[in-house]
């Protein structure tokens, strides 16, 4: 198993997300780091302060040399995904290779509907998001492409300069809905995130997943399985780790861990020393 981290850029400052992912980049025990891609903070008060997610990210690509770094994850209704592929594209690059292209179909009502930004009804949602894979992978990978949907129409276009990853970053699908988000993960993902759970749901999630790979003829050892953990405020390293086994008895590739806020790095050692010794940890290859 490897190890990462999320700081959500909700209710913090720039200059303590900063502190963290930079002791995070000489610590070898986390392999990633992550933000999310909301524009008003969630599962508290929305009314509190939030970071944008890419131009967050941006920035800690600039400010690391190491760690991989991703969005969990930008919901495709925000941007247009001809332009989030030239984001991602571009990314790549300042980053050297290290973006993980995280992705979901969208689900926060109050921030669409505050902005304008057209939500649609669930299957609208998936509908859409289904076509976004295909002109994402499009416009990473291809000199140029065509594309004729009913909410996406592309004629020739071009994406460039295009990243060092190839055929383009690894994309990262978030969610755990049975009949439409693992099936489009199947098809497009590299990476899937579950977002949250006891062991026997991402082990049933997992078989989901894994059927239909069967049904497209995809291996599912291709796709790394991902989870989101969490560091209370009490700071119990080895409540953290131990539902990462947990986890990892079951496939778990990648924890990944929300620190709690206010972010200090000062947790990042003692964390990491817990994983070292907890025996869990496997080398950096991917």
């Not at 070898?28 to 944008?52: K, N, Q, R």
């Not at 209704?77 to 050297?96: C, E, F, K, Q, T």
């Not at 990978?141 to 295009?162: C, H, I, M, V, W």
């Not at 993960?185 to 059927?211: I, M």
Request: charged share 25%; net charge negative.
């Amino acid at each position: 198993m490897r190890f990462a981290f999320k700081t959500s850029p909700q209710n913090t400052t720039w200059s303590d997300m900063l502190a963290v992912w930079q002791a995070a980049d000489d610590i070898d025990v986390y392999e990633s780091g992550w933000t999310f891609d909301h524009f008003y903070p969630i599962f508290t008060d929305s009314a509190g302060p939030c970071l944008e997610g890419w131009t967050t990210l941006t920035a800690l690509a600039q400010a690391t040399t190491r760690l991989r770094l991703g969005t969990l994850v930008t919901g495709i209704h925000y941007r247009h995904p001809a332009v989030l592929a030239n984001m991602a594209a571009a990314l790549d690059i300042i980053s050297g290779g290290r973006l993980e292209l995280g992705i979901g179909a969208g689900w926060n009502e109050e921030e669409s509907g505050a902005y304008g930004i057209e939500l649609g009804s669930l299957k609208e949602r998936f509908d859409r998001f289904e076509e976004a894979c295909q002109v994402l992978v499009g416009l990473l990978s291809d000199e140029t492409t065509d594309f004729d949907g009913r909410y996406y129409q592309l004629k020739a276009a071009r994406n460039e300069p295009k990243g060092p990853q190839r055929p383009h970053p690894p994309i990262c699908i978030g969610g755990s809905g049975e009949k439409r988000t693992l099936k489009i993960t199947a098809r497009y993902a590299q990476h899937w995130n579950f977002v949250g759970g006891t062991p026997e749901e991402f082990a049933r999630k997992r078989d989901v997943l894994a059927g239909h790979c069967a049904d497209i003829g995809r291996d599912p050892k291709e796709i790394r399985l991902s989870a989101h953990l969490r560091l209370e405020p009490d700071r119990d390293y080895r409540k953290v780790v131990d539902d990462a086994a947990a986890l990892g008895a079951h496939g778990l590739d990648l924890a990944i861990i929300y620190l709690p806020v206010p972010y200090d790095p000062g947790v990042l050692e003692p964390l990491a020393e817990t994983i070292r010794d907890s025996g869990l940890l496997t080398s950096a290859t991917r």
